[in-house]
């Protein structure tokens, strides 16, 4: 746990943010604090201990509640991911974290272990049923506001605005404007978290691989999600960089994925070196794409380059 909270970004449309206001009124906890709470909480790369008396002490030490619940409530409705260090600790994440703070270069570098690929998948799936959720509340909230209950709240009686039931307007191309925009939105909601789930698998590919992470190659990578760039190639990437010797390796690996993928010039995996050794070294080459998060096929040739360069290396 930090020694002392870090001061952080909140942009203005987190305060618009449909879901997490839906799950909060769900609950009955305050999850949008709390939330705001966390980032004050985690360390650069958005991760903590989890650890809910110490949590609220930090961010709620007023409120008369258990904050295990709210860390909860925020995790199976997609805001954190919950998941264990290789030691064993549970550990707590922000997935947008590193896509909404500008960190200082100076903050000491986490040293808290990152989810793994299983851990962001499931993280996937409960944001995505949590947007599905939050949907269907937003809906029955509307269906719940009939033009019944609407005049039974006003009242029918006598007087001079309860004589008659006021004639509800029919819907305007402003609703439907409304509507609109607001589809737009959770389109856009949907994309910045394939993004961030994007820009988590390519950090984890970059640490795994001994790459150090700086702030220039923090937003090269989320730079790269955003251009759609897949795991696959950015672990290409790097083993270019290897086999090429590259001095600054995230830079070469990050600049070299980025023009693949602008271009559409990404060369196939070949054995132009292949030798008597090949196949040990595919073998190899396999396990450490396997390891970073990448899938190679089996039949697919890949550039041969030493697996105890890639392994062993030292870091950029």
């Given at each position: 746990?930090?020694?002392?909270?870090?001061?952080?970004?909140?942009?203005?449309?987190l305060?618009?943010?449909?879901a997490?206001?839906?799950?909060?009124?769900?609950?009955?906890?305050?999850?949008?604090?709390?939330?705001?709470?966390?980032?004050?909480?985690?360390?650069?790369?958005?991760r903590?201990?989890?650890?809910?008396?110490?949590?609220?002490?930090?961010?709620?030490?007023?409120?008369d509640?258990?904050?295990?619940?709210?860390?909860?409530?925020?995790?199976?409705?997609?805001f954190?991911v919950?998941?264990?260090?290789?030691?064993?600790?549970?550990?707590?994440?922000?997935?947008?974290?590193?896509?909404?703070?500008?960190?200082?270069?100076?903050?000491?570098?986490?040293?808290?272990?990152?989810?793994?690929?299983?851990?962001?998948?499931?993280?996937?799936?409960?944001?995505g049923?949590?947007?599905?959720?939050?949907l269907?509340?937003?809906e029955?909230?509307?269906t719940?506001?009939?033009?019944?209950?609407?005049?039974?709240?006003?009242?029918e009686?006598?007087?001079?605005?309860?004589?008659?039931?006021?004639?509800?307007?029919?819907?305007?191309?402003?609703?439907s404007?409304?509507?609109q925009?607001?589809?737009?939105?959770?389109?856009?909601h949907?994309d910045?978290?394939?993004?961030?789930?994007t820009?988590?698998?390519?950090?984890?590919?970059?640490?795994?691989?001994g790459?150090?992470?700086?702030?220039?190659?923090?937003?090269?990578?989320?730079a790269?999600?955003?251009?759609?760039?897949?795991?696959?190639?950015?672990?290409?990437?790097?083993?270019?960089?290897?086999?090429?010797?590259?001095?600054?390796?995230?830079?070469?690996?990050?600049?070299t994925?980025?023009?693949w993928?602008?271009?559409g010039?990404?060369?196939?995996?070949?054995?132009?070196?292949?030798?008597?050794?090949?196949?040990?070294?595919?073998?190899?080459?396999?396990?450490?794409?396997?390891?970073?998060?990448?899938?190679?096929?089996?039949?697919?040739?890949?550039?041969?380059?030493?697996?105890?360069?890639?392994?062993?290396?030292?870091?950029?």
């Amino acid at each position: 746990m930090n020694d002392m909270a870090r001061i952080r970004t909140v942009k203005p449309k987190l305060f618009t943010h449909e879901a997490l206001f839906d799950a909060e009124h769900e609950c009955g906890l305050p999850l949008r604090l709390a939330f705001i709470g966390l980032f004050t909480e985690a360390d650069r790369e958005g991760r903590f201990q989890w650890r809910p008396r110490t949590l609220k002490a930090a961010i709620l030490p007023f409120d008369d509640l258990d904050f295990s619940r709210v860390l909860d409530a925020l995790a199976t409705r997609g805001f954190l991911v919950k998941y264990a260090s290789r030691s064993g600790e549970v550990l707590g994440a922000i997935p947008t974290f590193r896509h909404h703070q500008a960190i200082n270069n100076k903050e000491q570098a986490s040293e808290l272990d990152a989810p793994s690929a299983e851990d962001i998948a499931t993280w996937r799936t409960l944001a995505g049923q949590g947007n599905a959720d939050a949907l269907r509340t937003r809906e029955s909230r509307v269906t719940h506001a009939s033009p019944g209950r609407l005049r039974n709240s006003r009242g029918e009686g006598k007087g001079k605005e309860g004589s008659k039931p006021k004639t509800l307007k029919p819907k305007t191309e402003g609703s439907s404007s409304s509507r609109q925009q607001t589809s737009r939105a959770r389109t856009r909601h949907g994309d910045d978290d394939r993004r961030d789930e994007t820009t988590l698998a390519l950090r984890k590919i970059a640490e795994e691989a001994g790459l150090r992470l700086t702030p220039k190659t923090a937003n090269g990578i989320e730079a790269a999600a955003a251009e759609g760039v897949t795991s696959a190639s950015f672990a290409h990437a790097i083993a270019a960089a290897v086999e090429h010797g590259a001095h600054d390796r995230a830079a070469y690996a990050l600049k070299t994925v980025r023009a693949w993928q602008a271009e559409g010039s990404e060369p196939p995996l070949n054995g132009r070196h292949a030798g008597p050794r090949f196949d040990e070294k595919n073998e190899d080459r396999k396990r450490w794409m396997a390891e970073i998060g990448a899938h190679a096929d089996d039949d697919m040739p890949t550039i041969d380059v030493e697996a105890t360069e890639v392994l062993h290396g030292p870091r950029s």
